[in-house]
Structures are given as structure tokens and as C-alpha cells.
């Protein structure tokens, strides 16, 4: 019950369950992905001793994002 709910309340678990529909046309493997999402965040969560953090997919977003250095050229 509760990868329904998150499948559908959850904007993050939303969009990865469409996209697993949307590729294999079986909804009840995009239930299992979304179970074994909540699994491994409850595992992580519950080892590290840690909040959860609803916006935590965001902010590893911005982290990857770095501005683009120019090229420089070892020569010059």
C-alpha cells in the first residue's frame, strides 16, 4: 500500500512509476520498483541515522550541476 500511495502522492515516485509503465506497459512492475525504492530509503535511512528529506533528490541535483569551466590549453 504504501508504493501506491507514493506512486501517487509522491511527485518523484510519480514520475518514475509512469516512466516504468510507459516502457513495459505492466503496472504491477512499476509497484515493485516503487517497493524496492521505498525499501532501499528506509534501509539508508534507518543505517545513517537520518531525517527524511522529502526535497533530498533536488538538492543531489543541483550538487551534480557544476558551471562549465572554460577549456584551457596546457600549451598557452
Not at 25 to 40: D, E, F, S
Not at 64 to 71: N, S
Amino acid at each position: 500500500m504504501a508504493a501506491l500511495t507514493a506512486a501517487q502522492h509522491e511527485p518523484h515516485h510519480k514520475a518514475y512509476y509512469q516512466r516504468i509503465v510507459c516502457k513495459t506497459g505492466i503496472k504491477m512492475k512499476g509497484n515493485v520498483a516503487i517497493q524496492r525504492k521505498l525499501l532501499l530509503l528506509i534501509y539508508t535511512l534507518f543505517k545513517n541515522n537520518v531525517p527524511y528529506n522529502p526535497n533530498h533528490p533536488l538538492e543531489m541535483q543541483q550538487r551534480m550541476v557544476k558551471p562549465q569551466q572554460p577549456f584551457l590549453n596546457p600549451s598557452d
